[in-house]
């Protein structure tokens, strides 16, 4: 399999604001897959497009995380999918709402506990079904850092949940601010 079709999956869907998220790109050396939850790198360049430059310092600070990995841990199990109620419509008017079909309810799965911070099932799951081997890197955390975790062939970082209910609670303030 080519190279960078390992690391498609990563990429941001259409929507995504970026358009440096769609496809895996160049930087310094490395080709990089992100969504803005995920990133996903391999040493190489295996991808035609050049990555935007101000993520440079970024990316590396990312990487640079690895170097504080204390243990590489078995790479975590995602639980079941369970049924939820759709928080687009939460239930009420399902029969027009897109995102559940007119069911009402949804299924997603479970959050996961590591060591290093709580972690969405879904990219536990991304990364146990697309990459070779992952292990998971233990940090000192409080649960607000990336957690970094490396595969065969190349590393990446997951956002953890606090971090990312931490952006979203930010995000809520600046808008009711403006
Ligand atoms: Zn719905």
């Not at 590396?60 to 590489?72: D, I, P, S, Y």
């Not at 999918?81 to 949804?106: I, S, T």
């Not at 060591?115 to 992952?134: D, T």
Request: proline share 8%; glycine share 12%.
């Amino acid at each position: 399999m080519k190279t960078i079709n390992l690391l498609m999956p990563f990429c941001g869907g259409h929507y995504y604001l970026h358009g440096w998220a769609h496809k895996p790109f160049v930087l310094d050396g490395y080709t990089v897959a992100t969504d803005g939850r995920i990133a996903v790198w391999i040493p190489g360049c295996h991808a035609d497009t050049e990555g935007p430059q101000h993520l440079g310092s970024r990316i590396h600070h990312l990487m640079a995380l690895h170097a504080t990995v204390f243990e590489w841990i078995m790479w975590p199990e995602a639980g079941p999918a369970v049924k939820q109620p759709c928080p687009q419509c939460q239930g009420v008017n399902a029969l027009h709402c897109d995102d559940c079909c007119g069911r009402g309810w949804v299924t997603e799965l479970q959050p996961i506990a590591t060591p290093s911070g709580i972690l969405s099932g879904h990219y536990v799951r991304m990364v146990a079904k697309n990459l070779p081997n992952p292990t998971l890197g233990a940090i000192k955390t409080d649960g607000q850092k990336p957690v970094p975790f490396r595969f065969s062939g190349g590393g990446g970082v997951i956002m953890t949940q606090q971090q990312i209910m931490g952006y979203t609670r930010e995000d809520t303030r600046e808008r009711t601010t403006t």
